[in-house]
């Protein structure tokens, strides 16, 4: 059944990809992968995440220097997620960790925007829910399929988008800085807005993925390992929604 995912299901999610089910080690287990299972999952970690960002989010407001938890937890967080990319199997464990660490992150991220533009965390939070909830229903209904060719271009945009963040960091190590990426004129809003369409559809390429897994019957440990994808990329999505916002709000 691994052959089924060996060319057809290309997600631009880095963590649900195609070579994903081929590195589950087989498909002996009687406890199979679900769809419910996968959404119950997620749901556990969105609440550990929003526990760690509630610890962060207190102590920004509380003065305290929160910057070297949110690095801390930003780079264990990667280190992790690589981890459990390469190794599914582990995702039952790590997963949870994971979510623990993205929600320090998050939090003193979203403390600090919100110090800076009130209400914009809430904004953000409607809007990526609103985002999801719709491309849920579209892919459900089939309005939007995950079509090879679909499939190929939201994976070619992410990994552009992915290259452009790179070569940003890069290139700030010397002062240097891209054009209108982070800064909140028209073109730089405009930047920001295409980037959450493609974090967006990776949403649906992430619904494929897992209802993929559900039909060919992937081990019962690959519930984590999709509910990780997919809040890799509700978390990106969020992230690109704050920056878009406080680029529009910047210019009031």
């Not at 749901?43 to 989010?57: N, R």
């Not at 990667?78 to 981890?83: D, E, G, H, P, T």
């Not at 619904?207 to 019962?220: T, V």
Request: charged fraction near 15%.
């Amino acid at each position: 059944m691994a052959r089924c995912f060996s060319g057809d299901s290309r997600s631009g999610n880095p963590t649900l990809n195609d070579n994903t089910f081929e590195r589950t080690g087989g498909y002996g287990s009687t406890e199979k992968m679900t769809i419910e299972g996968t959404v119950n999952k997620a749901f556990i970690m969105l609440a550990i995440l929003l526990g760690g960002a509630f610890v962060t989010w207190s102590m920004y407001f509380d003065g305290r220097n929160v910057l070297p938890i949110a690095i801390g937890g930003a780079i264990c967080g990667f280190i992790l997620a690589l981890i459990i990319s390469f190794k599914p199997r582990t995702s039952p464990y790590l997963v949870p960790i994971y979510a623990a660490l993205e929600g320090v992150f998050l939090g003193a991220i979203s403390a600090n925007y919100e110090s800076r533009f009130q209400g914009i965390t809430m904004q953000a939070t409607l809007l990526t829910m609103a985002v999801f909830v719709a491309l849920l229903l579209a892919y459900k209904t089939r309005i939007i399929k995950a079509t090879e060719n679909f499939k190929l271009g939201v994976f070619a945009a992410t990994a552009g988008i992915f290259l452009v963040y790179l070569l940003s960091f890069v290139l700030g190590l010397f002062g240097v800085t891209v054009p209108y990426l982070h800064d909140n004129s028209l073109i730089g809003i405009g930047i920001s807005l295409v980037i959450v369409v493609v974090a967006a559809l990776n949403l649906v390429l992430d619904f494929d993925f897992i209802e993929s897994g559900s039909q060919q019957g992937a081990p019962k440990y690959m519930e984590w390992y999709g509910a990780f994808g997919l809040m890799v990329t509700l978390v990106w999505l969020y992230l690109e929604m704050l920056r878009l916002l406080s680029k529009i709000m910047s210019r009031d």
